[in-house]
């Protein structure tokens, strides 16, 4: 079985402030894990994935397999960070990939 | 370029009637196909994905069913609507493979009253 796991319900820094997003995963195959962003009245998208080990608008997340974790990181949030932060495990199954989302982080970035 | 189209964006219907949401995509083939339900506090919830025609996969029981009658067409359906399947349905698709990207619909916003 595949699982997503992210504690924080709501996440509020103030302006300037290091964000660390929690997430933490259960899968028994080896694990793709992504970030979705979903800012207000757009739709569900991609912010990173940890395969590419990439940065996308300051944000970093690197995957720990000894504590099963992918945490999202930004040394220093901006009011346009504010949105709901989907955390995503994809595991191939029969031919084809399985995607389940985490309950969500809601971050909110005050000045 | 792949697009993805899901329809009514909001939909009112009475306890007791029958649901048909329909999801289809364009400019790919054998896509991975997906329904969710995302409602506060519990994120979005996989309800059934496909990885082929009438391949379904449902996640956990409940009053709706799913169909994919063709290779990009993927529909989510109910035969009695009940007051606990309101809620936002999002259809999403991907292709196979490490690390790529999903996909998503606009959502339907569906009220049973």
């Known amino acids: 079985a595949q699982r997503v796991t992210q504690p924080e319900k709501l996440l509020s820094v103030f302006k300037g402030a290091p964000v660390e997003l929690k997430c933490n995963y259960s899968?028994?195959?080896?694990?793709?894990l992504f970030w979705y962003v979903q800012y207000s009245r757009q739709r569900l998208q991609l912010l990173l994935r940890h395969i590419s080990r990439e940065s996308i608008k300051g944000f970093t997340a690197d995957l720990n397999k000894g504590e099963t974790s992918f945490h999202l990181k930004k040394p220093f949030a901006q009011e346009e960070d504010s949105a709901m932060y989907y955390c995503?495990?994809?595991?191939?199954?029969?031919?084809?990939?399985?995607?389940?989302f985490g309950t969500g982080t809601q971050l909110k970035v005050e000045l | 370029s792949q697009t993805i189209h899901q329809w009514p964006a909001t939909l009112v219907q009475p306890v007791g009637s029958p649901l048909s949401l329909e999801c289809t995509v364009e400019g790919t083939s054998n896509p991975n196909l997906y329904w969710y339900r995302q409602a506060a506090g519990r994120g979005l919830q996989l309800l059934f994905y496909?990885?082929?025609?009438?391949?379904i996969s449902s996640e956990v029981p409940q009053n709706l069913s799913a169909s994919r009658p063709q290779d990009r067409q993927f529909i989510l359906s109910s035969k009695k609507l009940l007051l606990s399947d309101s809620g936002f349905y999002l259809c999403?698709?991907?292709?196979?493979?490490?690390?790529?990207?999903?996909?998503f619909g606009q959502g339907t916003r569906l009220t049973v009253v």
């Open positions: 999403a698709w991907s292709v196979t493979g490490r690390g790529t990207e999903a996909f």
């Open positions: 899968y028994s195959g080896s694990p793709e």
């Open positions: 995503a495990l994809s595991g191939l199954t029969g031919g084809g990939n399985k995607l389940t």
């Open positions: 496909s990885i082929g025609i009438g391949q």
